[in-house]
């Protein structure tokens, strides 16, 4: 196993508390787990490496990251306070359903824009999150991404 596969999740799975939400929502979050799948960088700091399994969760109004092996070794729990995240979150739920209403009755021209700002949410999202796991989890900007992704779908319930 070369030493960037090392590092890397293979599974990510969501508490089971989540339930089913409306299908932008369920969409968002399956396109999420499968782009992680596919492609990431995912390095807990003083760990010989992988593969990884990530179970994230919600509790007390904190993010749980619970890293193991792929043989079920445990690896870190790391649990975040969502507070640096409350403002950004709130903002890229209102650009979303803005998204998806300009999705079905706007022009290219008016989506595109919706979608630029939404994108530029994301990535403040991303980066705040980097910068939390910082000294914790190295993660790529794309990985970041995605993992923003499904800590928004743990709050959007629908």
Aim: hydrophobic share 35%; with cysteine.
């Amino acid at each position: 196993m070369n030493a960037k596969s090392a590092f890397r999740l293979t599974d990510v799975t969501l508490d089971e508390s989540i339930g089913r939400s409306t299908p932008d929502v369920e969409h968002e979050r399956a396109v999420a787990i499968f782009d992680l799948l596919e492609e990431n960088s995912f390095t807990p700091e003083g760990h010989a490496g992988g593969p990884y399994h990530l179970r994230l969760s919600l509790v007390d109004q904190k993010l749980v990251l619970t890293i193991m092996t792929e043989a079920k070794e445990p690896v870190a729990t790391h649990i975040l306070s969502l507070t640096p995240f409350r403002r950004i979150i709130k903002d890229y739920f209102m650009i979303c359903e803005s998204y998806y209403q300009a999705i079905r009755s706007s022009t290219p021209s008016q989506i595109e824009a919706i979608d630029m700002g939404r994108r530029g949410i994301h990535n403040e999202g991303s980066q705040t999150l980097q910068e939390r796991l910082k000294g914790k989890i190295t993660l790529d900007m794309d990985t970041a991404r995605r993992l923003f992704t499904l800590v928004c779908v743990l709050y959007w319930r629908g």
